[in-house]
């Protein structure tokens, strides 16, 4: 019972800074936002430059205090409470359409300057990510203590040979139902991938792992996007965004463990710019209505894919880890049994 207590105290400790986070944004910081256009969605480049020191300044302040909050806990769990806090501006920033409708002359320039703001965008919650790491790792240097310590990176290679596969019989059913012969060999595959987490100490092999994973995780992630995002509206955008890259990246990190959440990070950037770019290719510009031949996969703002997206991926690999490690303690029960 031991592994399940400090995965509800840790699972505690992080669902409460991120609502202390996202609470914050959501009902402070974005009130401070200078908005011409209420009606028009949050955008930095092109019109709202203004607020992207402000935007720096949110990102930074959640970072510090979901460092600080965190100590103890894996460091993706900082991470994860700062781009749920930063979420908050996505939540509150209204539909696209009216950027679309101003830019209906230029729909390929539209789609390629928010490429360019979500990268921008993406290097600033890096930015957020490294202050994050580096005030846990001032209040750690206090007390060495403190620090997260991963229970799987000093298993034996016989501790980890016994992770097997469970039956199919044993999976939903079996062959036939439930999650069936896919949902079987998907099972089969993570409990691979769970033998081989916390075991990278090979360079080579961590690239490697880290590849398969975003690989896997950007296939995922692309099939569901298209199937979930079918309209511009916002609570579908989010959901859809937020939901797909947490499925893409808990599957990625399933399957192929990655030694770190950047991974998971680098999934949003990657799908936004292969969605934006899709949209380019589809969309008509210069021509009466032009603005409704832009797909609704194409209609998520970069602030969309770099908060809610981001924060969905690291999710998705914060809560995977968490199976692995679920595995060797439910094993370990068994043989104290």
Known sequence: MKYRRLHLIEKLRVQAAAVAALVAVYFWAYQALSRTDPQSPVIFLGGGAGNLVYFVAILMGLAVFAGAVTVGLRSSAAVLAT????????????????????????LGTL????????MLLAALVLAAVLVAGWVRRRIISLNPAWAWQDPLATLTEEQRRKI???????????????????????????????RRVGGDHNIKAALLQGLYGLLLGTLAG????????????????????????????????QVFPFRSASVALLLPVVLAVAMYALGALKAISGMHLSWLTVAPFACAVPLDWVTAGAAGAVAGYWVSSRIHEARYGELDETDQE
Not at 111 to 118: Q, S, V
Not at 239 to 251: N, P, Q
């Open 83 to 106: 781009l749920v806090g930063a979420a908050g501006l996505s939540l509150r920033s209204p539909i696209i359409l009216p950027l679309l409708w101003n830019n209906q002359d230029a």
């Open 111 to 118: 789609m390629g300057r928010m490429i360019l703001e979500t």
């Open 164 to 194: 097997k596969p469970k039956h199919m019989n044993e999976l939903n059913g079996g062959y036939g139902t439930g999650a069936g012969l896919p949902g079987y060999l998907i099972y089969m595959l993570s409990v691979r991938g769970t």
């Open 222 to 253: 692309f099939i569901l996007l298209l199937l979930l995002m079918r309209s511009p509206d916002r609570a579908q955008i989010l959901f859809a965004v937020a939901g797909s890259l947490f499925l893409a990246a808990l599957l990625g990190y």
